[in-house]
């Protein structure tokens, strides 16, 4: 089965409609695509008004299983969490178009990419892999995108034809998604030890002498504007990160080294998590949710729960 020349006459399903297959939906919208279609995992539980009322809004087709979905696309995108990256592959093959494209965009080990893309080239689809290279929300589609696979050549094109903005890194598996992990190491890491230092050094009342030797040390860095948006980014995303963060060490742990740091920095994001899921920092979706542009509100509000 040959599928349609034209990229933007595909029919796209997107497994995992959360914040990044929100944003891809928005945009492929956007770009002309005319058949879209989803599925979450939430879809039929009482968490899925708000997922099915945007579908409704862009005129994305809720399916009721992956199975459904792969067999009514010509290009799957997988953005599930980090821990569904194989699950979602499983899940997905055995009803592939013959030839039908698989872009996984998921976080995970080289390890867990590679296991995937056995079981969708097994079933007859090409898989990809996708290593999404910073965070999605600023650039949305036009995201940094390495791929990975004897396939992506082949796909990349294509998909900068939907509106991508992709590099191919490798003919070889594990490649693109080994650079996000690796790079993951530290930007996460970074994340968690800002949060740990500056509220600590809330607590002892020496923030402004701590910022001041980061300011010294470091100048081309605005700390208190970076120190806001990885409060904010942790508070609102802590669950997904922690999932990504434990692939990351995973990646570590697959060539035979301790992940201590990518296992502290999980620890730390998954904390936080549990704080926004006990509404530390507010109504999560409000207005006021994390929105703070001074990070002192939300350590404040750490340290009182800790306390």
């Known amino acids: 089965m040959s599928l349609p020349a034209d990229p933007l006459q595909w029919s796209i399903g997107l497994v995992g409609y959360g914040e990044v297959g929100r944003i891809l939906a928005e945009d492929l919208r956007a770009r002309g695509v005319g058949n879209l279609l989803t599925y979450d995992i939430k879809f039929g539980t009482a968490d899925d008004a708000p997922l099915l009322a945007h579908a409704a809004q862009y005129g994305v087709r809720p399916m009721t299983g992956h199975a459904f979905l792969a067999r009514a696309a010509d290009l799957v995108i997988s953005a599930v969490t ?5 699950a979602a592959a499983v899940s997905s093959a ?6 039908a494209w698989f ?3 998921n976080s995970a080990s080289p390890g867990a990419k590679i296991k995937a893309a056995g079981i969708v080239d097994a079933a007859g689809g090409r898989y990809v892999e996708g290593a999404v290279m910073t965070s999605i929300p600023p650039h949305r589609i036009r995201v940094p995108l390495l791929l990975g696979g004897a396939s992506a050549a082949e796909l990349a094109p294509l998909l ?13 598996l594990g490649v693109a998604s080994a650079t996000k992990m690796c790079r993951s190491v530290m930007i996460k890491g970074l994340e968690s030890m800002v949060i740990e230092s500056f509220t600590a050094a809330r607590a002892y009342g020496v923030e402004d002498q701590v910022l001041a030797s980061l300011y010294e040390t470091f100048p081309g860095i ?20 922690s999932e990504e963060v434990r692939e990351v060490a995973a990646t570590v742990r697959e060539i035979g080294l301790t992940p201590w740091s990518a296992q502290g920095t999980a620890e730390r994001q998954a904390w936080v998590a549990d704080l926004t899921d006990e509404g530390v920092f507010g109504k999560k979706g409000s207005k006021e949710f994390a929105r703070s542009a001074d990070w002192r509100v939300e350590a404040d509000r750490i340290l009182a729960k800790v306390k």
Do not use: M, N
């Open 94 to 99: 055995p009803t592939l178009k013959p030839g």
């Open 103 to 105: 872009l996984d965009f």
């Open 160 to 172: 900068c034809a939907l509106g991508f903005r992709t590099k191919v890194a490798s003919e070889k």
């Open 222 to 241: 605005d700390w208190e504007k970076q120190g806001a948006y990885f409060f904010q980014r942790v508070i609102e995303h802590g669950r997904r990160r």
């Open 82 to 86: 980090a821990d569904q990256t194989v």
